[in-house]
């Protein structure tokens, strides 16, 4: 039997912004279960919580200052038993998200470690003396801007952040940490959670010599993390015997419990092999190459290519959009392609061999929303703006009503803004539209369901021209082709293959003609070959 998570279609929540039932401008767990029928209503498998851990939210939730509580900003342990009881009831698995790289500074694990270097705790975190000079350890860089080094007053001695100075790293070398990890991991297992997203899976683990990164020069950077080699300080061996430990763990609670680990990499195919692949000890992986700006028919087949040559026997997993990226309507579609070009996005994303990771809006074809500086609130955005403007316009609002006040989503003023370009997209009125976004997601999920081989089958790329992407899905007898057209002019192909197949209905507006395939602009076709 197939395992769930196979082929599933998962839905991302970022519980801030998804729906507030208490009326305080932010998203609640009781929001999410007011919110559930809806979800279920798409088709999809499960859906997958971002955090809700009490937390300072210096980095709005991946600052985790109690890894088994509820912020009292999202509810309470109730609230979220309630959650998943009602998601099950519903069919829908629950996955929720683990920030185990780093907690917050607030973390009473943290404030332990930070009192003396001979307590108990003493080693949870990464810390090191400083060089003669009192320069830090070595070259290593936060994503979030400046060196990944923070001096402390009361150790003397200077402690790891990857992300946030308010972020500390653990220290997964300690054998204590990795064990309080695993207790954490089955806390909620025993909560009756179905599975686990990790957070920058890749980075729990640093190099125990602290040597410095190789550079890698990059006029164009906008952050200095980009210049260098990051061999030292992520993607270390070790993680792969950790996550080894916790699918021992998972496979304890009955073989339906899954890990699906976010990868942060130079070289993102190859870690996602490495994690998913052989030996490797996690069920799935997804990273952002597809996530980023490169696009064309081109790098979508060589990128699942790579993945199938390095691991045939591992399972990818997809997404085209997720809060720390630009939506892809507007990354991918450069904020022109309207509905069409976000029904192919979806298409194409469903079409593929793997897991996928469907986000919040991304099923009304939601565009990458616009913040004024004075409103920003990512902490990277504050940085780097304007050349970066953070993360924030990815994470605003649902609109579900396009008249009510905040489009729906709370009573009182949000904590990002609604934009005005997404009224027009807001649920209620595409749920009326037969021809909507929303009703052409339902109607490709459903697809991906009715016909398995789309989900689990093997996939094989046809020669096609620019900017036609075309591959076939087989499996078990049953066959189907999938020919899309990402570009916004209308193109013709020949495919022979495809002379008498059965054209599904998708709304995707292509159709075969003897042996050629009319595709108009961001437009496409699924066939079954008889």
Known sequence: MTPWWR?????????RSFADASGDGVGDLAGIAGRLEAIADLGVDAIWLSPFYPSPMKDFGYDVADYTGVDPLFGTLEDLDRL????????????????????????????????GRDGAKADWYVWADPRPDGSPPNNWQSIFGGVAWQWDVNRRQYYLHNFLVEQPDLNFHCPAVRAAILAVARFWLD??????????????????????????PDPEAVKPYSMQEHVHDR?????????RDLRSVLDGYGGERMAVAEIVSDRPLQRMAEYTGGPGPLHTAYSFVFLD??????????????????APDGWPAWAFSNHDKPRVVTRWGGGEGGPDFAKLMLAVLLSLRGTVFVYQGEELGLPEAEIPYERVQDPEGRTFWPAYKGRDGCRTPMPWVHDAPNAGFSAAEPWLPVD???????????????????NFAKGIIALRKAHPVLATGAIRFLDAPEPVLAFVREGEGARITCVFNLGREPVTVSLPDLAGAEVLETGLRGEIEGETVVLPGHGGLVAVLR
């Open 235 to 243: 993607s270390r061996p070790e993680t792969l015997e950790f996550l």
């Open 293 to 310: 700006w490169q696009f064309g028919a081109r790098f979508i087949r060589e990128s699942v290519e790579a993945v199938l040559a390095k």
């Open 84 to 115: 998943v009881a009602k998601a099950h009831r519903l069919g829908l698995k629950v996955i929720v998200d683990q920030v185990w790289s780093h907690t917050s500074d607030r973390h009473p694990w943290f404030l332990e470690s930070r009192s």
């Open 7 to 15: 082929g599933a279609v998962i839905y991302q929540i970022y519980p």
């Open 191 to 216: 909560r009756g959670v179905d599975g686990f997203r990790l957070d920058v899976a890749n980075f729990f683990f640093h190099d125990a010599a602290l040597t410095d990164n190789p550079a890698r």
């Open 420 to 438: 005005p370009r997404h009224l027009p997209l807001a649920r209620d009125l595409q749920e009326a539209d037969g021809g909507s976004v929303l």
